[in-house]
């Protein structure tokens, strides 16, 4: 099980990556320094479908995967931030299900309200249950090493939430900031299980 813990994180980068690169090619204008992920596939975008179903749709489901195959290594201890973890699952089918307006604005359509919302929850989810994950690792003997490296990244995603809640020149920097940290974070996890087996 350890090894499939690593192949799902690998994908995951790879889903986390390529379709961004992917798509933003494609639009012109578009700065992965300023522009958030969620706008690839913003209302009225011309690749607005295929982003949600070949890259934010898949990615959500491959982080609830993730947290699965991890949950059958960890105590029971850990079930608590393994679930905060997978909100950022919800967050990716919500974006799917749910596109931003245009400039993914903080108010908007309903649309937007919804979309912000899982945002919101997935972006806590990920910082909350990597920094209850680091608390529950510090009593597991195999993985107590990865504690501090586990709840300092959930630190830094919850402050990012707020940089990410303005309108800023960097804000497309800021969110793949945060993402890059967490997804790898599940990379450094997957690597440490296969080689301590």
């Known amino acids: 099980m350890s090894l499939w813990v690593l192949v799902v994180a690998i994908f995951i980068g790879l889903l986390a990556a390529v379709p ?14 300023r522009n958030t992920i969620s706008e690839l596939g913003e ?9 949600a179903w070949i890259a934010f749709a898949p990615l959500g489901l491959a982080v609830w995967v993730f947290v699965a195959v991890l949950g059958g290594q960890l105590q029971e201890d850990a079930q608590t931030g393994l679930v905060l973890l997978s909100f950022l699952g919800v967050s990716y089918v919500g974006a799917a299900v749910f596109p931003c307006d245009a400039g993914a604005p903080f108010w908007g359509t309903w649309r937007n309200q919804i979309h ?7 972006y806590f989810g990920a910082g909350a249950g990597l920094i209850e994950l680091g608390r529950a690792l510090e009593d597991t003997a195999m993985m107590s090493g990865l504690a ?49 087996s």
């Open 20 to 33: 961004p690169w992917w798509f933003a090619r494609r639009r012109p204008g578009y700065s992965h320094l």
């Open 43 to 51: 209302t009225g975008a011309p690749d607005a479908t295929r982003v």
């Open 116 to 122: 912000n919302l899982v945002a919101a929850i997935g």
């Open 148 to 196: 501090t490296v586990t709840s300092m990244p959930g630190k830094g995603v919850l402050a990012g939430i707020f940089v990410l809640s303005f309108e800023s020149p960097v804000r497309g920097l800021t969110q793949r900031v945060i993402e890059a940290a967490v997804f790898s974070w599940m990379l450094l996890v997957g690597v440490w299980l296969v080689l301590g």
